[in-house]
């Protein structure tokens, strides 16, 4: 009995020896400890809870693994942390020396919905899909209705909300939508807000224009011929219209006939014209000082265009009549009113 007593005693002053320390920092002090720490409160985010997964104590070093949830009020956030915990034995205290950590979730607290999306969509997220190559200028503006929000994480820390849109059967002006697309918004978890990265159309999405297949016969002008005499001539236009392609914001496959009607001769023949869609607001190229008239398609050559049709889209959409510029060689502009002849 006496020497197993020895042996105790022998042990317990190898023990205090070694310095074995206070042991495992405890977790109340440990969130506390973490939620003053720069790396949760830059976030302006605060601790909800640590689920500790491991300890490593020794020399009053504690090394803990730990699963971290912090909010900032619009986002949670979900980070494996390493935290180097030392205790101050003056202060008998423990110190956080170090804490790394590595992102692992990004929740955000609430998905956008319809009302974010009018908010969002404007030209240039309709660019997205590609019309006229992305250039905003020859972007619709259709109606759509919005399907539920759902949530890619792929990339957990940078959240992605897919949003299907369905342009089916709406209508603007003269042009009627098909199919749907995808509206992908990106996360920004320090301010709880969404914005625009992505816009796919969908397979059978499409655009039809009420002027595809068409003709149209303008009212006669009366333009200066040149040469070594100079005199008038009496002409008109007539327009055939091709398809509507929404990828290049483009009426093409037409055909522009202009007839000298003194000779009785097609004095312009042209097939498979491509007249480009661009919003009238924007490029100024015509002052009609008519705010009805929204888009124009024109037909661009030689570095000048040459003849263009406005569209009347916000008041007249019947297609039966329309407004053709004309660009002659003389510098005479005329507007003149086309009529639906076929």
Same mark, same amino acid.
């Given at each position: 009995m006496k020497k197993l007593l020895t042996l105790l005693t022998a042990l317990c002053l190898a023990l205090l020896l070694t310095g074995c320390g206070p042991g495992k920092i405890p977790e109340e002090r440990l969130q506390a400890l973490l939620g003053?720490?720069?790396?949760?409160?830059?976030?302006?985010?605060?601790?909800?809870?640590?689920?500790?997964?491991?300890?490593q104590s020794q020399d009053g070093v504690d090394t803990v693994k730990a699963t971290v949830v912090s909010d900032n009020g619009f986002t949670v956030y979900t980070d494996d942390c390493t935290i180097y915990a030392v205790y101050n034995k003056e202060t008998k205290n423990w110190e956080l020396q170090s804490v790394t950590s590595v992102a692992v979730g990004v929740e955000p607290k609430q998905l956008p919905t319809a009302a974010t999306v009018d908010d969002l969509m404007n030209e240039e997220v309709y660019s997205m899909t590609g019309f006229a190559g992305g250039n905003p200028e020859a972007v619709l503006m259709p109606g759509y209705t919005v399907g539920e929000a759902s949530l890619d994480v792929t990339n957990p820390v940078r959240p992605i909300a897919i949003l299907p849109l369905d342009f089916e059967g709406q209508t603007y002006g003269w042009f009627t939508f098909h199919g749907g697309a995808s509206l992908n918004l990106e996360y920004d978890p320090r301010y709880g807000t969404w914005s625009p990265c992505a816009l796919m159309p969908g397979t059978e999405f499409d655009v039809d224009c009420v002027l595809e297949g068409r003709t149209y016969q303008s009212e006669t002008f009366r333009d200066h011929v040149g040469g070594y005499t100079s005199y008038w001539q009496d002409y008109n236009w007539t327009v055939t219209f091709g398809e509507f392609d929404w990828r290049q914001g483009a009426m093409t496959g037409c055909e522009l006939i202009c007839y000298d009607q003194t000779e009785n001769v097609d004095y312009i023949h042209?097939? !498979?014209?491509?007249?480009? *869609?661009?919003?009238?607001?924007?490029?100024?190229?015509f002052d009609l000082d008519n705010p009805h008239? !929204?888009?124009?398609?024109? *037909?661009?050559?030689d570095g000048f265009y040459e003849d263009s049709f406005v569209m009347q889209t916000t008041e007249d959409t019947t297609a039966d009549t329309l407004l053709m510029w004309e660009y002659t060689n003389y510098a005479t502009d005329y507007v003149l009113n086309c009529t639906r002849i076929s």
């Open positions: 003053k720490e720069f790396l949760f409160t830059d976030r302006m985010a605060g601790i909800v809870s640590v689920t500790v997964n491991s300890h042209k097939t !498979d014209v491509t007249y480009e *869609l661009r919003n009238i607001n924007k490029t100024n190229k008239y !929204d888009w124009v398609l024109y *037909l661009g050559e």
